[in-house]
C-alpha cells in the first residue's frame, strides 16, 4: 500500500475521532462555534497527518511497521484462484480516483442544475442580491441569488427575503460547497453524510435565532404557517427555507438558551494531536530482527524506508511475483510426509537499485518451509525500487508465503 493511501486512511480516521469529540460538545457551543467546528475537521485532519509525516519517530523509539505484502500460497486448490483474482483486483488508487471521479461528477451535475435554473429564468437585482420569484419553486438560496415561491402574500415574501439574506450574507453557500468538495475527495467516509446534514441544520438553526429575535413568536406561528401549504426545495446544495424534518427542532431550539462553554472546543485539536501517533508503534522488536546494514569504509550506510511515496514493485507487477513464487517454491518432502503447514514471513529490503537483499525470517514454525521460502526469495529478480521525492530509496517488506496441502 502506498504512502498516499495510508495517508487517506489516517485522515478519514482523524476525521471520525474529531466529528465524535464535536458531537460530545456541540450542545456547549453557540451555532457560530458549530459551525466554525463542523467545517474545520476536515483541514485539521489533514492538517495533522502532513505533520505527522513530517515527523522522524525513529528518534523517539517510535516507527510505523513495516509494509506487510498479500498472501502467496503455495499447494492447495488456492494456488490458481489467487493467481486469477491478482489479474482482476483493481489496486486502492484506481479504486479511489474511480470513486473520486463518480462523486465529482455528481457534484458538477448538481452545481450545474442550480445555474441553468438562474440562468433560464428573470431576476431582479435589489443590492447585491439577485432575487428570483419563480412559481410552483420552494424558496432557497444559494451564494448571492434568492428565490422566493411567488404564490406567498407580500408580507410572507418578506420574511422569506429577510430569512434567505440571512444566509447569504452569513456566507452559507461557501460551508455548503466546501463540505461537497470534502465529500467528493473522501467519499469512502461514511460520516460526511453526517457532517452535512449537521452543517445544513445549522444553517437553519443560526438564521432561526436572529430572525427569533427579531419576530418573536410571530416568526415561529409563520414557520408553521409557511410548512402547511409547502413543500421543500429539490436543489441540493443550496439553502432551503424549509425542512419539514427538522421544523419541530427548528422551533424547539430557538426557545432554548444555549450554554456556551468557548473552553470546550480546546477538545477538539486535543483529539487531533492525539491522533498523530496513530499507526505509530514500538520498535523495539522490529528492529532487533534487522540486520543492521554494513558500513563499506568512507561509505554512509543507505536508509532504508518502511512508508514511501512510490511503493517499489515487482517487474510485471503483482501477478508476476505470485507466478514466480509458485513456479520456483518447491513443498520440502519432509513437511509433505509429516503433513505440515503453515505461513512462512519473509522481510526484505528492496534497495534503491531494486536489488531484494537481507531477506530474513520474522516468523514461521518450520524450519524446512522457513528454509525454502528464504531461498526463493533470495533469489527474486529485480523490482522497480521506490521513491521519495523522485529519488530512488531502499524499502522494507514483509511477505508472507503460505504452505498448504491440498
Known sequence: MSQFSWNLIEVNVVIVLLFLGYL???????????????????FVAITTILVKSGIDFSSISYSLQVVELETIQIGGELAASNLQAASTIISLNQLYWIGVAVFGALFLFRITKIILFFLKNDSIKTGRYQIYKVSDKASFSFFNRIQITSELN?????????????????????????????????WFNPVFFFMKREMVNLHEYEVDA????????????FLVNYALGSGGSNYLLTSRFYNRLTL?????????????????????????????????????????????????????????YDMVEVDPMYTGGQEAMQNYIIENVTYPQIAKDNNIQGTVYVSFI??????????????????SLN???LRVVSGMPNWIPGEVKGEKVAVNFTLPISFKLG
Not at 215 to 221: F, G
Not at 249 to 270: E, G, Y
Not at 350 to 367: H, Q, W, Y
Open 24 to 42: 460530545a460538545i456541540r450542545n456547549r457551543l453557540s451555532f457560530v462555534q458549530q459551525r466554525a467546528t463542523i467545517i474545520s475537521l476536515p
Open 154 to 186: 407580500s408580507d410572507e415574501q418578506e420574511i422569506v427575503l429577510e430569512h434567505e439574506k440571512v444566509h447569504v450574507n452569513k456566507l452559507h453557500s461557501i460551508d455548503t460547497v466546501l463540505a461537497e468538495l470534502f465529500h467528493v475527495f473522501l
Open 210 to 221: 436572529l430572525m427569533y429575535k427579531k419576530h418573536k413568536v410571530n416568526y415561529m406561528k
Open 248 to 304: 419541530k427542532k427548528r422551533i424547539k431550539i430557538m426557545k432554548t438558551n444555549i450554554r456556551k462553554k468557548t473552553w470546550l472546543l480546546s477538545v477538539i485539536p486535543l483529539i487531533g494531536i492525539s491522533a498523530i501517533m496513530l499507526q505509530c508503534v514500538k520498535t523495539d522488536d522490529v528492529e532487533s530482527e534487522r540486520e543492521t546494514p554494513e558500513v563499506v569504509e568512507n561509505e554512509q550506510p543507505e536508509a532504508v
Open 350 to 367: 528492496v534497495s534503491k537499485t531494486g536489488e531484494v537483499i537481507k531477506p530474513m525470517i520474522r516468523a514461521g514454525d518450520d524450519e
Open 371 to 373: 528454509a525454502e521460502a
